[in-house]
């Protein structure tokens, strides 16, 4: 007996109206030369261009002149070399020069896909049996760069209605100062091989905890008075640049879900926030967090990092490190596991790990294969499809795995709820293949989820087609249980 799986009349499909204004710098040589242009106007004909601006651009975006001024402010030390006080300029040339240095990009005109969801942390005002949830996407613009995006969706018992996203949106706002934690950020440095007699000396002046901001003066300072060679000048760069991964971000609060992108923030995530797999943690106290693990891409190399928030306003973000942090595919479990944080992985690229780690940021303490490609449709490779859901029978992963001609499925499997490291049984057909519909798109021939939401006997699996739009899709949970358990390992 097929499973009965639902594919719902759903589909999110990217909208190229969906702009948000990034700065945009042209390299101090022709900033000079525009700027001074700029200052070479009449004040009149300053002004007349700045309400052209605004009669074009206001209905686009929320407080489009804190924007312009935001973008001003970071070219301001150009003006500075020019001789020139920024701050003797007009309001409205600085809002002119601001829109010199901004462009629209529009997030996810080429795609928007790979969703993960959750359940929201505001469930106020909602009728019995209704429910929120949040449903993450990436989202890819003009030059492959992916972000981070939200959708808002409405469970009314077994119905899903997705709410109309809102008209702007808004990056983030990055906190200066993230705090770092110094037992923490030397055990990274310790395993970045960095020798101690290079960073020991610039860590013993900071305090327990510490910012950016506290630890870049200390190092410029060692520059000075050390003579120092290039690969230990190189290596200092790369105290700094792993300092720098460290960021508190946060958004408006008059900011509704769907305007909210997380686009990559510093140069080494700057192709990309590919594929966060949100999950609702429960602390040992009964509070909850969420996290997602996401990989971040520089267009050479991947980085695996981990956001965190209670509330999808205030975002903070760092690293995974460790010899297991590797690859694509991390998802966590959404409780420890015997006192030990827990997370699904492909260390090799080919198989599905588990790993467990006394910190939820270190993962060198213990990983072991848990499932191998068997079957022909995953025979390539295989990995998660988001973090595991509890349910009384068994923590239940959804897979992906990839076969002939590089199509991928969605598989899943069931592990021990007191011993995840033991699988229960496994799928021996996909759960979800791309239909005849599905099989267009960027990347041809896949479906492919970073989460799914189990509510009662309903699981709700958001899944990617073809890497260009994002359908839904749900299943009984008993159902698909009973049928994985007709084949136990």
């Not at 969706?153 to 100062?177: H, T, Y």
């Not at 590089?406 to 709820?417: E, F, P, V």
Request: net charge negative; glycine share 6%.
């Amino acid at each position: 007996m097929k499973l009965a799986i639902n594919r719902l009349p759903i589909i999110i499909t990217p909208d190229s109206k969906r702009v948000f204004a990034r700065h945009f710098f042209y390299g101090d040589e022709r900033a000079i030369g525009i700027i001074q242009k700029v200052l070479d106007m009449p004040e009149q004909r300053v002004e007349h261009l700045v309400r052209d601006i605004l009669r074009d651009f206001s209905r686009r975006h929320r407080r489009i002149t804190n924007l312009l001024m935001k973008h001003f402010g970071k070219v301001s030390y150009v003006i500075e070399q020019l001789e020139i006080d920024p701050n003797s300029l007009t309001e409205w040339r600085k809002l002119l020069i601001g829109a010199y240095f901004t462009m629209e990009y529009s997030i996810e005109s080429a795609a928007i896909f790979n969703p993960s969801v959750v359940e929201d942390p505001d469930q106020d005002g909602l009728d019995e049996g209704q429910k929120r949830l949040i449903i993450s996407f990436r989202a890819t613009g003009e030059g492959h760069i992916s972000s981070l995006v939200f959708r808002r969706a409405l469970l009314d018992g077994n119905q899903i209605k997705l709410v109309p996203s809102g008209r702007f949106i808004d990056g983030a706002e990055v906190i200066k100062g993230a705090t770092l934690n110094k037992k923490e950020f030397e055990k990274i440095v310790t395993q970045m091989k960095i020798d101690s007699k290079l960073y020991k000396p610039i860590l013993n002046v900071l305090p327990d905890t510490f910012s950016y901001s506290e630890l870049k003066p200390i190092i410029l300072d060692y520059f000075e008075k050390n003579n120092l060679t290039l690969e230990e000048q190189k290596t200092l760069h790369e105290l700094r640049w792993l300092a720098k991964s460290f960021i508190d971000i946060k958004f408006s609060l008059d900011t509704d879900i769907s305007e909210r992108v997380i686009f990559p923030i510093s140069k080494y995530e700057m192709k990309g926030i590919e594929d966060a797999r949100f999950v609702k943690f429960f602390n040992d106290d009964g509070s909850f967090t969420y996290y997602a693990t996401y990989t971040a891409y520089d267009g050479f190399s991947i980085m695996p990092k981990l956001l965190e928030t209670k509330d999808f306003y205030h975002f903070n973000i760092r690293p995974l490190h460790g010899k297991y942090a590797v690859d694509k595919n991390l998802a966590l479990f959404p409780e420890k596991i015997n006192g030990k944080y827990a997370m699904i992985s492909r260390i090799d690229g080919v198989n599905t790990y588990i790993m467990f780690s006394d910190t939820i940021c270190c993962w060198d303490e213990e990983a072991k294969i848990l499932l191998r490609p068997e079957y022909h449709w995953e025979l390539v490779q295989i990995g998660n499809g988001g973090s595991p859901i509890k349910t009384d029978r068994g923590w239940l992963l959804i897979t992906h795995g990839v076969g002939p001609m590089r199509k991928y499925c969605l598989g899943a499997y069931l592990l021990d709820l007191n011993d995840p490291t033991r699988v229960l049984g496994r799928l021996k057909e996909p759960l979800l293949i791309p239909t005849e519909e599905e099989r267009e798109g960027y990347v041809p021939n896949v479906v492919y989820t970073c989460g799914s939401y189990l509510t009662g006997n309903l699981l709700v699996i958001p899944y990617a087609v073809s890497d260009y739009a994002s359908k839904i899709a749900t299943i009984e949970l008993n159902h698909l249980i009973d049928k994985i358990l007709e084949n136990p390992e």
